[in-house]
Nanobody
């Protein structure tokens, strides 16, 4: 069983930064084995994958977020982060943490970027 809790969302001006956190609680599987992912749900669009990070801390990014967003993890803290820089109004949405390709999701955290 895995439980995820996101935090760190909020209102920011365009060009600003936010750092999202995903605290993970696991039972029966070690966090370090999990590939973690961030998704986002923006208005009028399907949920899209933002970034992943595997057990070796190798990260992948959606092309549109590459260079602005950075995913990271700390296996001692059972936490994954998403650092978002140079935010744009189109980044507004709900950001969700997920154990990649699993049914385990957090509740999401709202990010609003004002122009």
């Amino acid at each position: 069983q895995v439980q995820l809790a996101e935090s760190g969302g909020g209102l920011v001006q365009a060009g600003g930064s936010l750092r999202l956190s995903c605290a993970v609680s696991t039972s029966g599987i070690a966090f370090w084995r999990l590939t973690m992912a961030w998704y986002r749900q923006t208005a009028g669009r399907q949920r899209e994958l933002v970034a992943t990070i595997n057990s070796e801390a190798i990260a992948t990014y959606s092309e549109s977020m590459k260079g602005r967003f950075t995913i990271s993890r700390d296996n001692d803290k059972n936490t994954a982060w998403l650092q978002m820089n140079s935010l744009k109004s189109e980044d507004t949405g709900v950001y969700l943490c997920n154990v990649y390709q699993s049914p385990f999701w957090g509740q999401g955290t709202q990010v609003t970027v004002s122009s």
